[in-house]
């Protein structure tokens, strides 16, 4: 359950882009799986600017509230309105529909520096 195609952040984000421009972030398979059920999610307002590693927002699960962070810093270009009425959907398909935000970065070759799917598979698994 770990796409080839992705990057990875130690915190359990994905990023999927090219480098070209915007970027879809996303929380694991592995995250939401230890998360469990999903029941709301807080995430931040298109043009809000993010730096690397800050708080984008949060995902509240009935086991506890976990914080997502930025994997790049940059500016969200989108939300997932849908995730408001339905965030169990991150739960079902945490690499499809269960998408977080979209994020212009301010260096598209950030993403180069995140994990590649086979070292965070050596992170979930040790």
Known sequence: MIPEDLRYTAEHEWVAGDGTGTVR???THFAQDALGDIVYVQLPDPGA???A???LGEIESTKSVSEIY???GGTVAA?????GDTPEVINTDPYGAGWL???TPDDPT????LLTA??????TES
């Open 25 to 27: 972030v996303g929380i």
């Open 49 to 51: 600017v993010v730096a």
């Open 101 to 103: 935000v979209e994020i």
């Open 79 to 83: 939300r997932n309105e849908a995730l």
């Open 118 to 123: 086979g070292a965070y598979r050596e992170l």
């Open 110 to 113: 950030a993403v180069d520096g």
């Open 70 to 72: 930025a994997p790049v």
């Open 53 to 55: 590693g800050d708080s």
